[in-house]
């Protein structure tokens, strides 16, 4: 169901008309973090919620060598 509303998302602003020429100014925009939204459930099979829960999990920071 996310994957579903998440690429709904994405489709909706490739039809949006650019507000200025690519390059000439620049307005924050989401659509990179709905796209690896995207790309993390279709790599895991998992919905995004579940992908973050597991990032969340300190054994994965253990395991990714990160310092908690």
Known sequence: PVFR???RQ???QRIQP???PPGSAYHYS???NVVAALFAEAATGLSYERVL????DPLVYLLIGAVI
């Open 5 to 7: 509303g998440l690429a």
């Open 10 to 12: 994405v489709k909706a």
């Open 18 to 20: 650019l507000d200025f």
């Open 30 to 32: 989401n659509t990179d």
């Open 53 to 56: 829960a597991q990032l969340q």
